[in-house]
């Protein structure tokens, strides 16, 4: 940790030594998903609900995701950027040093300027929250937080599997897009409202529903049974970065260096 947050005070530094830049870049990450959150209002205001999910119960949705997804981008960002090191060679300076290759790549970029789209991302969460009816206790507290992580959680794993392919490939492939992206704009909805071969992917392989619909089904008291599975669901999350870590170690051990 403490090599983490050297890491986390020099790029911080280094980015604000163009302050104007780095507003300009904050504010347009805060407007970013604006358009999206614009359009899904004007739908909500020609239909009432979504598969029995009023506006505020999908802005939930909305708000999580993104904020999931902001935090993952701002700090996991060295593995979506991870094919430079590859190209460049500079991937072999990070193996001789006396350090974790996680903690080094993590540490290679951080996005500070996500913090727009996350600001943007917490007032909609709040306003959502301020607009439902949820009895909250310290247990549905700590659901919603888990929520959030397991969010960071699912997306930083993405990014890892993706910089993983890199060691083959040698350049990024876009197709982990599909995943990244794709995974934020498809959970801004909850995920009850996809067909059922969708619903299974993304629980049992990429577990997006463990972010915010599984959880939300619980705290909107949407479920009638089952309450332990959706609870305990967010952990599930969680635990999708073990599989993802260890793939990433046996991409490591099969790394030939590019000679640059």
Not at 98 to 121: D, W
Request: aromatic letters at 18%; hydrophobic letters at 50%.
């Amino acid at each position: 940790m403490k090599l983490f947050l050297k890491y986390l005070k020099i790029l911080l530094k280094s980015q604000l030594q163009y302050q104007t830049s780095f507003i300009l870049l904050c504010l347009g990450q805060f407007f970013v998903p604006f358009s999206i959150f614009a359009g899904m209002y004007f739908m909500f205001q020609r239909f009432n609900n979504i598969a029995g999910w009023s506006f505020y119960e999908v802005m939930l949705c909305f708000g999580i995701i993104h904020i999931s997804f902001s935090l993952s981008e701002c700090f996991a960002r060295g593995f979506d950027s991870f094919s430079n090191l590859i190209r460049t060679g500079n991937f072999d300076r990070i193996l001789v040093r006396p350090r974790g290759t996680i903690v080094q790549v993590i540490g290679s970029r951080f996005e500070f300027t996500r913090i727009g789209r996350l600001s943007q991302s917490v007032i909609v969460l709040i306003w959502a929250l301020a607009n439902v009816s949820i009895d909250f206790n310290l247990p549905k507290i700590i659901i919603l937080i888990l929520m959030i992580i397991s969010g960071i959680f699912i997306f930083s794993g993405i990014f890892i599997l993706a910089a993983t392919l890199c060691f083959w490939t040698i350049q990024s492939l876009e197709i982990a897009n599909i995943l990244t992206d794709g995974g934020r704009e498809m959970f801004q909805y909850p995920l009850g409202i996809y067909k059922k071969w969708v619903k299974n992917f993304f629980t049992f392989v990429v577990p997006f529903g463990c972010v915010n619909y599984y959880p939300l089904m619980y705290l909107l008291d949407k479920n009638n049974s089952n309450n332990i599975l959706y609870i305990i669901s967010p952990i599930f999350g969680i635990l999708f970065i073990i599989p993802c870590l260890l793939v990433w170690r046996i991409g490591v051990r099969h790394y030939k260096s590019t000679g640059s």
